[in-house]
């Protein structure tokens, strides 16, 4: 809330506290004689001259333990507020606050307008608030209260500046008005220096949040996002700092409108990426530990606040992994090539398998063309299966799984599967090894020898290369369809063995 800083108008102070206290008759301060104890109504008479007995509140004179500290025939000082019932009306409690007040004028004199006052409104009136503060009351004009006309004001906690003391009239004036510029000026005194100074100060976290912490630099405060806390980049204040924790803080920025100081604590510290910059480059080898561990990659430390980023396909050649978990674990210390350096994004991306011997490498150090060996299927397509032997993946194509014509792999195997192959093709260009089956298992033409006479279908005409193909299980699978077609034709009684012996003979 802004107020301006015109000259205050000349207002008789004294006269307004009078008409705040104007349901007190006189204030008058005397002697008086404890005459009677009421107990039963909490209250004693007490002489106050000209044969006049006032009513005071024995809550008024009762200790810290509630023990009463008179008696009858004791005598007290006490003031004269008023009358109630045709009886004086006393206070002993205001004896001791006008007794403070005195005390504060006193203490005050030379230096109140330093003085900030923190008490509470207990009442109000048509000229403003009364506060209280250790047992002290301070007048609160309205025109200097800085409340709105709405505000429910009695009962609430404020700060206020001491702009009056009266020791005649035994009144303190206060001014929230005044502190509110007075703290304005001060700030923005702090602002301009941090600001255009660049400096470097120590500040308090008053609070930490999830998107950053708000530190209090010389009774300002400002807000150190959760990004200009590391240059690792966003992490979470909760994890590195406590409220009340001091910590070294630049001042890098102010929106005057929004009246809001942005701090940085990763600004006072050496750009770690700086170093990164000069003295590694793609390629290089380095020692990193494993920092975090996602579903996506893994994070390494290099120390020094600066990480890199390990993706799950650059862990392993294994083309087949799910979880990068199965093969790294947080805090286990590595070796990797630097892949990529981004000095504009601060991105440093690194690789493990590239350190590692690549599996076709080393199988073709192995292995040879027409080697026969054993592999696990890890996966079927409609064209084929995936065999992995020793960490490399060959393809067995359908039309070198069997010999038998239309059936695949996926009729035949399944993921998981044990198969005996023959490494037909090494592809070095691509890297690529193709695999055969058939070859290991026994030919259907293996039974048949030249002049030999065989019964047998036709099963293509080939009229363009002259040519006819011939089928054997077609002969086998058009004489078992013949029997069953005779048999739906005959009508006969006899029984389906009986059809079947016939047919046979």
Request: glycine share 6%.
């Amino acid at each position: 809330m802004a107020f301006d800083n015109e000259p205050l108008e000349e207002e008789n102070f004294a006269e307004m506290f009078e008409a705040s206290l104007k349901e007190q008759e006189s204030n008058r301060i005397t002697e008086g004689e404890i005459v009677e104890m009421q107990l039963e109504d909490n209250r004693a008479l007490v002489g106050v001259g000209e044969k006049l007995e006032g009513i005071l509140n024995l809550d008024e004179i009762r200790d810290e333990n509630g023990e009463l500290m008179f008696g009858k025939g004791d005598k007290i000082t006490v003031m004269v507020t008023g009358h109630y019932n045709e009886r004086p009306k006393i206070s002993y409690k205001k004896v001791l606050e006008q007794q403070k007040t005195l005390d504060f004028i006193k203490e005050h004199k030379d230096d109140f307008e330093d003085v900030v006052v923190e008490g509470v409104i207990t009442k109000k009136n048509r000229g403003g608030f009364i506060v209280e503060a250790d047992g002290v009351s301070f007048f609160l004009p309205r025109s200097l209260a800085a409340f709105k006309a709405t505000d429910e004001v009695v009962g609430r906690k404020i700060k206020a500046q001491v702009i009056k003391l009266d020791p005649e009239e035994n009144s303190i004036v206060l001014s929230r008005r005044k502190l509110f510029n007075e703290e304005r000026k001060r700030k923005k005194e702090i602002i301009d220096s941090l600001m255009e100074n660049n400096k470097i100060v120590e500040g308090v976290i008053k609070k930490i949040t999830s998107y950053g912490m708000f530190v209090d630099v010389g009774g300002v405060d400002g807000l150190v996002h959760y990004n200009e806390i590391s240059y690792k980049g966003p992490v979470n204040p909760s994890k590195l700092y406590k409220e009340g924790d001091v910590v070294t803080v630049k001042a890098i920025s102010y929106d005057k409108d929004k009246r809001h100081l942005s701090l940085s604590i990763k600004a006072v510290l050496p750009d770690p990426w700086q170093e990164v910059e000069d003295e590694l480059e793609e390629g290089d080898t380095i020692g990193v530990t494993v920092s975090n561990i996602e579903a996506y990659g893994v994070f390494v430390d290099l120390g020094n606040d600066i990480e890199g980023f390990l993706h799950i396909s650059e862990i392993t050649w294994d083309k087949n992994i799910k979880n990068p978990k199965d093969y790294l674990s947080v805090g286990e210390e590595i070796d990797v090539e630097v892949i990529e350096i981004n000095p504009e994004t601060h991105k440093l991306r690194v690789s493990l398998k590239r350190l590692l011997p690549k599996p076709f490498d080393e199988f073709v150090k192995k292995y040879r063309e027409g080697d026969i060996v054993t592999g696990t299927v890890t996966s079927l397509t409609d064209f084929g299966a995936f065999v992995k032997i020793d960490g490399v993946e060959g393809l067995l194509h359908n039309q070198d799984a069997t010999w038998d014509k239309g059936v695949k792999c996926k009729d035949i195997l399944k993921s998981g599967d044990e198969v005996e192959v023959k490494i037909a093709k090494i592809h070095r260009e691509d890297q690529k090894i193709s695999l055969n089956r058939k070859v290991l298992l026994e030919s259907p033409i293996d039974k048949l020898e030249a002049g030999q006479e065989i019964e047998a279908a036709i099963a293509v005409i080939d009229t363009h290369r002259d040519r006819i193909r011939l089928s054997v299980k077609k002969l086998s699978r058009l004489a078992d369809q013949k029997i069953i077609d005779d048999l739906n034709r005959d009508d006969s009684s006899n029984t389906l063995g009986d059809l079947i012996k016939d047919k046979l003979k």
